[in-house]
């Protein structure tokens, strides 16, 4: 199954539904998208500040909904995280969204926005590239990230990952949809109509700022809601904690199911050099050699 609206020319909308950003921070991205053929227009409330919110919650919300009717634009892209894309959650025109099919790219905070649209239309999205942080020349997955915005490539595999080594920690394949983001905006929709109606799924997440403690206390709650016991395959990406500890799979082995595969050190998460990944697709997962398909 294709991501939705990925083309040679897709129109992207930048929004910024979190944190506020400055024109500068977000230059090199920009020419980046419009150097491979991308148009590139740039919400109305863009630069807005408003407490440490790219605007009040009605700029933000507007300037989504303004490209949603927009028959220009394919792709909305969130230019960074931060906080505060929960709060636009019940302002969002979602059957709008839904009728026009557009995909959403975005990362960090705009893991509340990805898991909402999904729970509410089942809109597949791209979590990954925030023009602040990843998206720039000097990642060595900013290509691929256009291939597959493109609609060039529809899967990643190890020849595509030739920086990083992938560490299996349980062996196997599995096809199912495909959900993740940050962990800890991930674990405070839980209880809300935003957090999804799951059955079984391949989990990916990643976290910045939280020592293993918290990551394991997010997992433990989720968990008990009966989360975890869906999961039909783990990607653990990065993890970034006061002691930048990696290798945190002997920790939170005895929370998931003990015959799905596992593969960990993908490299999503809060760093320059980081990759994208499909949510809410339905996908394939190969651990050896990895590959991920859709």
Known sequence: MALPNVKRNTGIGLVAPAGAVKPEQIREGIQILKENGFPVKQGKHLYESYRHFAGTIEQ???????????????????????????????????????????LLIGFSDITAMQWGLWAKTELASLSGMALTLQLHKQNPYTQLFVDILSGKKSSIQDSDLALEEIVVHRAGSVEDVLLGGTLSIINSLLGTPFFPRLSTFILFIEDI???????????????????????????????????????????LEYLFPRDVPVVANFPYGHYPDSCVLPLGLPVRLESTPFRLSW
Do not use: C
């Open 209 to 251: 700022n939280e020592p293993i403690y918290k990551i394991e206390r997010s997992l433990a709650q989720l968990k008990m809601a009966g989360v975890l016991d869906k999961v039909s395959g783990l990607i653990l990406g990065r993890f970034i904690d006061e002691d930048k500890a990696l290798e945190i799979w002997q920790t």
């Open 60 to 102: 933000r919300v507007e300037d989504i909904h303004t490209f949603l009717h927009d028959p220009e634009i394919d792709v909305l892209l969130a230019i960074r995280g931060g906080s505060g894309s929960a709060q636009l959650l019940p302002e969002i025109d979602f059957q709008l969204w839904k009728r026009t099919g557009k």
